[in-house]
């Protein structure tokens, strides 16, 4: 299974669409969305193309081919106008022979363990920061962020298929 993972896009429509048409061309089954969706958040600049209600738009016709976890900046309310669940702290994925735990991250991430077994994949946003970090026991991916990155990184996100992540931007 062919599966684009990405994290934070903070309701930009110009970045949203940017990732919309990158889920198209690249064929994947899913798309993976890690929270924070519409919108940006206090500790947040508004991201290039603020427009929650064109985010909306743009994600609803692809909801069978969807699956989100919450971020912190989601709501109920959110979930008023998304006709996806998004409100789900976490989903246990098992594909390709990987076991991933996918959240934000402000709840549960490196410092703050979910229960993982030897060789889980941990999957996360929330930081803005592309990451790929095999631990102990776990391996750490992060596919940054769709609109706002940090720490000089691009906008970005990550494709998974066949038990390899690549790590592409927008």
Same mark, same amino acid.
Not at 20 to 34: C, G, H, P, Q, Y
């Given at each position: 299974?062919?599966?684009?993972?990405?994290?934070?896009?903070?309701?930009?429509?110009?970045?949203?669409?940017?990732?919309?048409?990158?889920?198209?061309?690249?064929?994947?089954?899913?798309?993976?969305? @890690? /929270?924070?969706?519409? *919108? +940006?958040?206090?500790?947040?600049?508004?991201?290039?193309?603020?427009?929650?209600?064109?985010?909306?738009?743009?994600?609803?016709?692809?909801?069978?081919?969807? @699956?989100?976890?919450?971020?912190?900046?989601?709501?109920?309310?959110?979930?008023?106008?998304?006709?996806?669940?998004?409100?789900?702290?976490? #989903? *246990?994925?098992?594909?390709?022979?990987?076991?991933?735990? #996918?959240? +934000?991250?402000?709840?549960?991430?490196?410092?703050?363990?979910?229960?993982?077994?030897? /060789?889980?994949?941990?999957?996360?946003?929330?930081?803005?920061?592309?990451?790929?970090?095999? +631990?102990?026991?776990?391996?750490?991916?992060?596919?940054?962020?769709?609109?706002?990155?940090?720490?000089?990184?691009?906008?970005?996100?990550?494709?998974?298929?066949?038990?390899?992540?690549?790590?592409?931007?927008?």
């Amino acid at each position: 299974m062919k599966l684009l993972i990405a994290s934070d896009i903070h309701g930009s429509a110009y970045w949203c669409e940017k990732l919309v048409r990158a889920f198209e061309k690249s064929k994947a089954e899913k798309m993976i969305l @890690l /929270g924070d969706i519409l *919108y +940006h958040g206090p500790r947040n600049d508004l991201p290039e193309g603020y427009a929650p209600k064109e985010v909306t738009s743009l994600l609803n016709p692809l909801k069978e081919k969807l @699956l989100c976890v919450r971020g912190n900046c989601d709501t109920e309310v959110d979930q008023m106008v998304l006709d996806f669940p998004v409100m789900a702290e976490y #989903a *246990y994925i098992c594909v390709d022979g990987l076991n991933i735990f #996918a959240t +934000h991250g402000h709840k549960f991430n490196c410092d703050a363990l979910p229960p993982l077994s030897n /060789g889980d994949i941990l999957l996360h946003g929330h930081t803005h920061i592309p990451a790929f970090e095999k +631990h102990e026991r776990f391996t750490y991916v992060n596919p940054g962020s769709v609109s706002i990155p940090k720490n000089g990184s691009e906008h970005s996100y990550i494709i998974l298929e066949n038990g390899k992540f690549r790590f592409f931007t927008l």
